[in-house]
């Protein structure tokens, strides 16, 4: 398309032409020096940027690391996480159907992506059933978000099976940070709207905590997956609390709290059946958490959590999860750094008819356990420049045993700003609910990222279904987070077996099997640079290949589904302006590459298609009129609208937004 | 650019306006070429380490030692620093600096008994789980304690660095200050948020 290239070739020479338009404007040591010119009264009026809220740590972490920022958050002008997952490289998103998200990290993206672990505090809030997340159930308030660490490729030696492509952990803030009364509303076309409500505080000199509440509505008149006219009406409400309690000074306690309800119908209008009612979805769930840390020394550190969780969908099923881990970092003869732990999980469920309301299970109830233990070991192999991490999890599970994921890194460190790091892993993506016990009729299908054939009557899962493994390499640099510019650049190359496709047991039926496998690779790029404190322009280019193969001609033949579902390239621009101190001026720029949407598996399989490559605009200006009040306008997809996944159209969308308080 | 034309005509934006936006858009761009360089060096943006240094070594000058404490060395006011964190290479930027008529000595100690006669001491937030212990290993001794960690005022240390609304600023327990020996002039702590004990 003629039109992205201009765009893309635009931006790029923007970006280049900046960067050496500004280099030498980098310069001066001594700053320090020349800051203590100033008086006290001065120095204490000087408002100070909080450095890069990078902790010193991520920056020399041996990994493909993103963090998302506060500020990242607040000028991005996201109202959920997957619209904030965009800006992050090696990470595909794409919105299904209205509040439906299919999101990965390298690849295998799908509605029920299963590759990737998710958290928040530490919480998985994974779904075992088809162990992946369902983005549209969370719900939180974006204020309170800290940060978001996103590290692309296997983290299966520390948080174990699941963390295959990805982790992303979503931290929350501490309640020293979100003290006094806060409150946002947004609202915009098309309908939708929001509210949040947050009043944090101390309780004597050492504890601290927060309550809070959001709750939002969206209409939406759209094309449905299927094509035809579609409205939906969705909403979700939410409450909860934290409270941070120094014990003493060693000990910190942390409890979380929240329990939330999302409802949505969706109805169509089809030429046969007008107002026809195609899904709705009724969800409560509640979790609480608590965490214990207690500090022995400086180099020595330990740490209990435990949380309980419940989710319930109206008539489809019902869990229960309770897990409780336990952590121990610490030094060893100045060289080593460990870090051990243990945990254990539970999980009871009751399937009625399991997701999107097909399937018939076997058992219907099911309580599974999982045991884990790991350890790992950071040498300094030659203080200060060459380190190597050693490590390795052992995890049993009800479905396939025992599990062993090691993996180890190095990372190069020959100046303080530059770190090189390689790693070779292994993981496994263990199997779900749905691949053990589920049968689906009528060609529905069944997790992972595909669909039976479509002479398929009925496909079902089996208990001999084994883990999909992986064996994952990669490189990386990064030029360390100081001064103006940034860079972050890794390749992966990653070798996957046993993966899932499908095999005719009798005629019409077909059964899970792990007859694929394949290799994917790619390469992906940020940067960063702030010549100034009132813009900054940050960007990412990512490129992936994915190559899939049968071991077994008789298995289904799902390839090519697998390598089209994901776009090659996926690159992104923002910038960051303030105009003034109280005006903001936000701009990005992406581009997707296009993606065949073939969904062999759904009920009009004649709409197999394509979904052609998007570049998209959004724009946020915001103003500060007085302290503690934000204004802005927020817009969104101006290039015109497009579709990311399925034949749903993405239309422009403004909102506007007020946000007034503390600790935004 | 092209994207954004498509957006106006769908807005019915006048053609003139259009174009309008389009070329304060690439003016701002522009400006920001042309300046950055210049700009970087004048308005310059501090982090809040570069203060808290800076201000490390202002707080002398508001600080009375007892006599037998300045009398040690003459010519030298020495400054210690416990711990690691990112103040670190600020502050030993300082060395050899006057201050107070003396000429500064940053040193990092890995032991608080090799403290000998440092006048200042810098507990850096590392050091946050033995503070305890490092405050108990100076009691009475006339030694400035600066830290940067929540609680430091409150559990002995005298001054300590606190955010308040994006600018650096410092609380002083002056309870601390006297059992040390020190006299801490009213005018810091006139500026200083005031602190007490536990």
């Known amino acids: ?664 | 650019m092209n994207l954004l034309f498509q957006f106006f005509i769908a807005l019915k934006t006048p053609l003139k306006l259009q174009r309008h936006f389009i070329a304060v858009l690439l003016l701002f761009h522009m400006i920001v070429l042309v300046f950055a360089p210049i700009s970087t060096s004048y308005s310059q943006k501090f982090t809040d380490n570069e203060v808290k240094a800076a201000l490390v070594f202002k707080f002398p000058v508001y600080v009375r030692w007892p006599e037998n404490a300045m009398n040690d060395d003459m010519e030298k006011f020495r400054c210690c620093i416990i711990g690691e964190d990112p103040m670190v290479k600020f502050l030993t930027q300082f060395n050899g600096e006057k201050l107070i008529g003396k000429t500064i000595h940053v040193k990092q100690i890995s032991d608080i008994d090799t403290l000998e006669d440092c006048l200042m001491l810098y507990i850096c937030s590392s050091e946050k789980g033995k503070l305890a212990e490092i405050m108990k290993s100076i009691e009475g001794k006339p030694v400035l304690t600066i830290g940067n960690m929540k609680a430091f005022a409150t559990n002995g240390g005298i001054i300590n660095f606190i955010m308040k609304e994006g600018s650096v600023h410092f609380e002083i327990n002056p309870e601390a200050g006297k059992k040390a020996g020190l006299e801490i002039n009213s005018k810091l702590l006139r500026i200083a948020n005031i602190s007490g004990n536990k």
Not at chain 1, 176 to 203: C, H, L, N, Q
Not at chain 1, 287 to 311: N, P
Not at chain 1, 342 to 363: A, C, H, Q, V, W
Not at chain 1, 579 to 598: A, K, P, T, Y
């Open chain 1, 1 to 664: 398309m003629k039109k992205t290239q201009g765009v893309i070739q635009g931006g790029c020479i923007f970006f280049l032409t900046a960067i050496f338009g500004t280099c030498f404007g980098v310069a001066g040591d001594s700053r320090v020096l020349e800051l203590s010119r100033l008086s006290i009264e001065e120095l204490i009026s000087i408002k100070v940027t909080s450095v890069m809220k990078i902790p010193q740590s991520w920056s020399k972490t041996p990994a493909a690391i993103y963090v998302v920022t506060q500020e990242d958050i607040r000028r991005s002008g996201a109202e959920n996480v997957p619209d904030l997952l965009r800006m992050v490289p090696g990470v595909q998103v794409a919105e299904i159907d209205e509040d439906i998200y299919a999101i990965s990290i390298r690849g295998f993206n799908d509605a029920h992506a299963n590759k990737l672990l998710v958290m928040v505090d530490g919480r998985s809030i994974y779904n075992h059933i088809f162990s992946g997340v369902i983005w549209s159930y969370m719900n939180v308030v974006m204020e309170d978000i800290d940060r978001i660490e996103i590290i692309r490729g296997p983290g299966s030696s520390v948080w174990g099976a699941n963390a295959v492509n990805g982790v992303i952990n979503i931290i929350t803030k501490k309640t020293e940070d979100t003290k006094g009364m806060f409150a946002g509303f947004s609202g915009g076309y098309p309908g939708r709207v929001s509210g949040t409500v947050r009043y944090g505080g101390e309780i004597g000199n050492n504890a601290g905590f927060r309550i809070y509440a959001r709750g939002y509505e969206n209409h939406n008149d759209h094309l449905s997956q299927t094509g035809d006219d579609a409205g939906t009406v969705y909403n979700s409400v939410m409450t909860g609390f934290r409270t941070d309690w120094d014990v003493t000074s060693s000990d910190n306690v942390f409890l979380h709290g929240e329990m939330s309800r999302y409802a949505s119908d969706t109805v169509e209008n089809n030429p046969i059946i007008p107002d026809k009612l195609i899904r709705s979805v009724d969800t409560d769930a509640y979790h609480l958490l608590g965490r214990w840390r207690h500090t022995f020394s400086e180099s020595s550190e330990a740490a209990w959590r435990i949380y309980h969780q419940h989710e319930k969908r109206r008539e489809d099923y019902e869990f229960d999860t309770t897990d409780i881990d336990f952590q121990h970092d610490f030094k060893w003869k100045e060289r080593h750094q460990f870090v051990w732990g243990l945990g254990y999980g539970f999980i009871s469920d009751e399937m009625i008819k399991g997701l999107l309301g097909r399937y018939t299970y076997n058992p219907v109830k099911r309580d599974q356990s999982l045991f884990s233990f790991f350890l790992q070991d950071t040498v300094q192999l030659s203080p200060d420049y060459l380190n190597l991490t050693l490590g390795s999890k052992y995890e049993h599970n009800d479905y396939t045993g025992s599990e062993i994921q090691p993996g180890i890194r190095i990372s190069w460190t020959p100046h303080e700003r530059h770190i090189f790091w390689g790693a070779v892993s292994r993981s496994v993506r263990t199997p779900s609910r749905i691949d053990s016990h589920a049968t689906a009729k009528q060609g529905s299908k069944l997790s992972g990222a595909t669909g039976p054939p479509l002479n398929a009557k009925a496909v079902r899962g089996s208990e001999d279904f084994e883990s999909e493994e992986l064996i994952a390499y990669e490189l990386g640099y990064r030029l360390n987070p100081r001064d103006a510019f940034n860079l972050d650049f890794a390749v992966f190359y990653n070798v996957y077996d046993k993966l899932f496709t499908y095999e005719e047991r009798e005629p019409g039926i077909w059964e899970i099997v792990n007859d694929m496998e394949g290799e994917t690779y790619g390469i992906e790029i940020t940067a960063d640079y702030r010549p100034v404190d009132w813009w900054r322009l940050s960007g990412c280019w990512s490129y992936l290949e994915m190559d899939m193969r049968l071991k077994n001609d008789q298995a289904a033949d799902l390839t090519e589904y697998v390598e089209e579902t994901n776009p090659k390239h996926q690159a992104s621009l923002h910038s960051a302006f303030n105009i003034r101190d109280d005006v903001e001026l936000d701009l990005s720029i992406r581009h997707v590459d296009s993606i065949g949407h073939h969904r062999p598996a759904l009920r009009l399989a004649s709409m197999p298609g394509e979904t052609g490559d998007y570049t998209e605009i959004d724009i946020r200006l915001a103003w500060k009129p007085v302290r503690n009040v934000e204004l802005s306008l927020n817009g969104k997809n101006l290039g015109g609208g497009h579709r990311e996944f399925s034949n749903y159209e993405i239309d422009e969308s403004i909102l506007f937004k007020v946000k007034i308080g503390f600790g935004n």
